[in-house]
């Protein structure tokens, strides 16, 4: 059995309970009795997915699931040599059903709207949230209302929304602005909110550190690096290797890195200043838009899992994010967007400050998948060289 929790109050309310905070304001959590919950159900041997960690996901209904999760955990040795890193993994979310790790998340999450009984699912979104939703609403048989900044959703997601059948807004403001919306169109209609707000959701995308520790043969990373926006993500992943551990099926938990923009850093922020709150940025801007968050929702809970953990938060420039992805597409072969591969770069920075050691063992999360940013892509590449179709042409270009 499980609770919301208040992660400030420790006030509980029921499973079956539609609420996204605490009357205290505070973020609730899943908080489940792990004494009822054998080990063996997660270690057992099996495909990896997000749906073989059902003993520690808060659905009892059949899910609504296109396989997501089981995503690939890539050793990358040039990226080693080439960062002086004794172990490095990365994990590409960016091979989910929908090209971002979201899946996992919606998976639980409009699973859980069905169980719940709810009519439609809404959230905002910088792209991928949304596309997300508007899959998982679609093999859910459930209307789906998303809410995006317009002209900075990159082309991929857009599409995605779009073609999986979302009633799909353009808003005149950033990401905060169209978050601040949908959470108050989900209150006056009875909408389910699935923003990251929602801890069930969350729950789904707890399962990369499943996944991260199963395949490292129950052994946790010294460091695990990610981007962070709204930071759920971050909050989720270390919530999955805390359970882990608490479960006495790992010894420790991983350093968590948060990796901001530049352009776009409340949480980089805060950690520099050993704060517990975040100051929103008000006109947060980035080359990375799926991370172009001012004011993340999350903060509290990224920030405790950052301090928790002995880890840290950085940022990095879009220089920097569009050099890493680069790095990751031509020296690895993974094709990243380019929030995700503010991992990479970050990482860089942390190991030119010393943060992170060269002999330690990093995973990465890159999150979502170059298809999602095609413009920027091509924006940030040589164009295609246009030739006349002839052999003596052809060989011109080839060898000129
Ligand atoms: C590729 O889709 O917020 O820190 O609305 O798409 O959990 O927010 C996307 C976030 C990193 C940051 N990488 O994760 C949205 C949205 C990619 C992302 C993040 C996002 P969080």
Not at 35 to 56: E, F, H, M, N, Q
């Amino acid at each position: 059995m499980y609770v919301q929790r208040c992660i400030e109050c420790g006030r509980e309310y029921a499973p079956d309970e539609v609420v996204y905070t605490c009357e205290c304001g505070g973020l609730l959590e899943i908080a489940y009795n792990l004494d009822d919950i054998d080990p063996s159900t997660i270690t057992a041997p099996g495909r990896l997915c997000v749906w073989k960690y059902r003993s520690l996901l808060p659905v009892r209904r059949e899910p609504i699931t296109l396989l997501e999760g089981g995503t690939p955990l890539y050793r990358c040795n040039e990226l080693e040599r080439e960062l002086g890193i004794r172990e490095l993994y990365v994990k590409h979310e960016g091979m989910n059903p929908t090209g971002s790790f979201k899946d996992r998340g919606m998976t639980v999450g409009v699973s859980k709207a069905l169980e719940l009984g709810m009519k439609v699912v809404a959230c905002a979104s910088t792209g991928n949230t949304s596309a997300s939703l508007a899959i998982y609403g679609a093999r859910a048989n459930i209307p789906a209302v998303v809410l995006l900044p317009s002209g900075k959703v990159a082309l991929g997601k857009v599409a995605q929304a779009l073609m999986h059948g979302a009633k799909v807004l353009s808003i005149q403001g950033n990401f905060d602005e169209a978050l601040e919306l949908v959470r108050q169109l989900c209150e006056s209609e009875g909408f389910y909110l699935l923003n990251s707000v929602n801890p069930y959701r969350l729950e789904g995308q707890k399962t990369i550190a499943f996944e991260v520790a199963e395949a490292l043969g129950w052994h946790v990373p010294d460091c695990v690096v990610l981007p962070v926006g709204n930071a759920g993500n971050i909050s989720a992943i270390y919530k999955g290797f805390r359970e882990l551990r608490d479960l006495g099926i790992t010894e420790s938990v991983p350093k968590m890195c948060g990796i901001q923009a530049e352009g776009s850093k409340p949480i980089v922020e805060a950690f520099a200043a050993r704060a517990l709150e975040i100051a929103p940025e008000p006109t947060p801007e980035t080359v990375a838009t799926a991370i172009r968050i001012g004011n993340p929702v999350n903060a509290k809970k990224a920030l405790s899992a950052i301090y928790e953990s002995g880890g840290y938060a950085v940022d990095v420039s879009d220089e920097q994010i569009l050099a890493s992805q680069r790095a990751l597409a031509q020296r690895e072969g993974i094709g990243v967007e380019p929030a995700s591969a503010a991992s990479v770069a970050g990482l860089k920075k942390l190991l030119d400050m010393g943060v992170i050691q060269e002999d330690e063992s990093v995973v990465c999360i890159t999150t979502g998948h170059l298809l999602k940013d095609p413009e920027t892509a091509i924006a940030n590449s040589p164009p295609p060289i246009e030739v006349d179709a002839t052999i003596e042409a052809v060989k011109r270009a080839v060898f000129g």
